[in-house]
C-alpha cells in the first residue's frame, strides 16, 4: 500500500510537468490547429538559459523568473519571424517548418553547450520535507505547476488581453471586427505557451538531468496528455497531464517495468486516436453535408 501511494503520488509531481507542457502543446493548437513539435526544444533551450544564468551567480528564483521573461520573447520571436510568413502555406508546409525548428534548436543549443549531460540545480531541499512518499522537488514543483496554472487561469478568464487572445484564438474574423489585433494576440499565445514550456523544462531538469535530447520523452507524454484531455481544452490537457503521470508511474512500478514506460504514452495516443479522437473534454465538430 506504501508502494502504491509512493507512486502516485510521484506520478501527479511528474504530470504536472506535462500537464504544463501539454498546456502549451494546446495554446498553440488553438491558435494555428497544428501541433507544435518544436516546443519540448523550446523549453530545452530556456532551460539551458536558466543554467546560464544560474552558473554566471544568480539565485535560481531570479534566474528563474528572467528565464520566463526571455523563454516568452523567444516565442513571441519565433511567432512573428518564423511562422508568420507560413501561417496561410498548405499544413504539410508548417509542420515541415515545425520540425525544423525542432533540429535547429536542438543543433544550436548542442553547438552551444556540447551534448555532455550536465546537473540542474532544484530551489527545493535535498531533505524530503513532505514524508517518505514523495521528495522536496517533486513536491515542490507540483506546488509551481498549479500556482502557473492558476496564473494563466486568472490571466483568460479575468484580463481583458487574456479574453483578446481566447476571442481571437477561437473565432479571428470576428475578433478583427471588434478591432482585436489577432495577430498580434497569436504571437503574445506563443509567448506564453514557450514561457509555460520554459517552467516545465526548469522542474523536470533537476529529474532527467540538462541535456538537448531531454525533452523529447516529456513532449511525448505531454502530446499524450492534451490528446487524453483533448487537444482544444486547456482544462482537459491539465487532467490528462496528471492522469498520464500516474499511469506511468502504476504501469511501470507494477505492470511493464520501468524499461517501457515510454509506450505507455504510444499506446495512449493509438488509443485515443483509435476510441475518441476528441479526448475525454475536447469539441466534438459536426459537419454537415
Do not use: C
Given at each position: 500500500?506504501?508502494?502504491?501511494?509512493?507512486?502516485?503520488?510521484?506520478?501527479?509531481?511528474?504530470?504536472?510537468?506535462?500537464?504544463?507542457?501539454a498546456?502549451?502543446?494546446?495554446?498553440?493548437?488553438?491558435?494555428?490547429?497544428?501541433?507544435?513539435?518544436?516546443?519540448?526544444?523550446?523549453?530545452?533551450?530556456?532551460?539551458?538559459?536558466?543554467?546560464?544564468?544560474i552558473n554566471?551567480?544568480?539565485?535560481?528564483?531570479?534566474?528563474?523568473?528572467?528565464?520566463?521573461?526571455?523563454?516568452?520573447?523567444?516565442?513571441?520571436?519565433?511567432?512573428?519571424?518564423?511562422?508568420?510568413p507560413?501561417?496561410?502555406?498548405?499544413?504539410l508546409?508548417v509542420?515541415?517548418?515545425?520540425?525544423?525548428?525542432l533540429?535547429?534548436?536542438?543543433?544550436v543549443?548542442?553547438w552551444?553547450y556540447?551534448?555532455?549531460?550536465?546537473?540542474?540545480?532544484?530551489?527545493?531541499?535535498?531533505?524530503?520535507?513532505?514524508?517518505?512518499?514523495?521528495?522536496?522537488?517533486?513536491?515542490?514543483?507540483?506546488?509551481?505547476t498549479?500556482?502557473?496554472?492558476?496564473?494563466?487561469?486568472?490571466?483568460?478568464?479575468?484580463?481583458?488581453?487574456?479574453?483578446?487572445?481566447?476571442?481571437?484564438?477561437?473565432?479571428?474574423?470576428?475578433?478583427?471586427?471588434?478591432?482585436?489585433r489577432v495577430?498580434?494576440?497569436?504571437?503574445?499565445?506563443?509567448g506564453l505557451?514557450?514561457?509555460v514550456?520554459?517552467?516545465?523544462?526548469?522542474m523536470v531538469?533537476?529529474?532527467?538531468?540538462?541535456?538537448?535530447?531531454?525533452?523529447?520523452?516529456v513532449?511525448?507524454?505531454?502530446?499524450a496528455?492534451?490528446?487524453?484531455?483533448?487537444?482544444?481544452?486547456?482544462?482537459?490537457?491539465?487532467?490528462?497531464?496528471?492522469?498520464?503521470?500516474?499511469l506511468?508511474?502504476?504501469?511501470g512500478?507494477?505492470?511493464?517495468?520501468?524499461?517501457?514506460?515510454?509506450?505507455v504514452?504510444?499506446?495512449?495516443?493509438?488509443?485515443?486516436?483509435?476510441?475518441?479522437?476528441?479526448?475525454?473534454?475536447g469539441?466534438?465538430?459536426?459537419?454537415?453535408?
Amino acid at each position: 500500500m506504501q508502494e502504491l501511494l509512493h507512486q502516485v503520488l510521484a506520478g501527479l509531481a511528474t504530470g504536472g510537468i506535462y500537464a504544463s507542457l501539454a498546456l502549451a502543446l494546446v495554446m498553440i493548437y488553438q491558435a494555428t490547429h497544428l501541433v507544435n513539435f518544436a516546443q519540448g526544444e523550446m523549453a530545452m533551450f530556456a532551460t539551458y538559459l536558466a543554467w546560464s544564468l544560474i552558473n554566471a551567480g544568480m539565485p535560481y528564483w531570479p534566474a528563474f523568473l528572467l528565464t520566463v521573461v526571455l523563454a516568452f520573447v523567444l516565442g513571441v520571436v519565433i511567432e512573428r519571424v518564423i511562422i508568420r510568413p507560413v501561417e496561410n502555406a498548405p499544413v504539410l508546409a508548417v509542420v515541415v517548418v515545425f520540425i525544423a525548428l525542432l533540429v535547429i534548436l536542438n543543433s544550436v543549443t548542442g553547438w552551444i553547450y556540447s551534448y555532455t549531460i550536465k546537473s540542474f540545480p532544484s530551489p527545493f531541499p535535498a531533505e524530503p520535507i513532505f514524508g517518505q512518499y514523495v521528495t522536496s522537488h517533486q513536491g515542490g514543483a507540483i506546488g509551481v505547476t498549479l500556482v502557473v496554472l492558476l496564473l494563466l487561469f486568472l490571466f483568460f478568464r479575468y484580463t481583458p488581453l487574456g479574453l483578446a487572445m481566447r476571442a481571437a484564438a477561437q473565432n479571428p474574423d470576428s475578433a478583427r471586427l471588434v478591432g482585436i489585433r489577432v495577430g498580434w494576440m497569436l504571437a503574445l499565445g506563443w509567448g506564453l505557451a514557450a514561457a509555460v514550456g520554459g517552467v516545465a523544462g526548469m522542474m523536470v531538469a533537476p529529474i532527467v538531468f540538462l541535456d538537448p535530447n531531454m525533452m523529447g520523452g516529456v513532449l511525448l507524454y505531454a502530446f499524450a496528455a492534451a490528446l487524453v484531455g483533448g487537444i482544444d481544452n486547456p482544462a482537459g490537457a491539465v487532467f490528462g497531464g496528471f492522469l498520464v503521470g500516474v499511469l506511468e508511474n502504476l504501469l511501470g512500478a507494477f505492470v511493464i517495468g520501468n524499461e517501457l514506460k515510454l509506450a505507455v504514452a504510444l499506446v495512449l495516443i493509438i488509443g485515443v486516436l483509435v476510441v475518441k479522437p476528441s479526448g475525454f473534454f475536447g469539441k466534438v465538430l459536426v459537419t454537415r453535408v
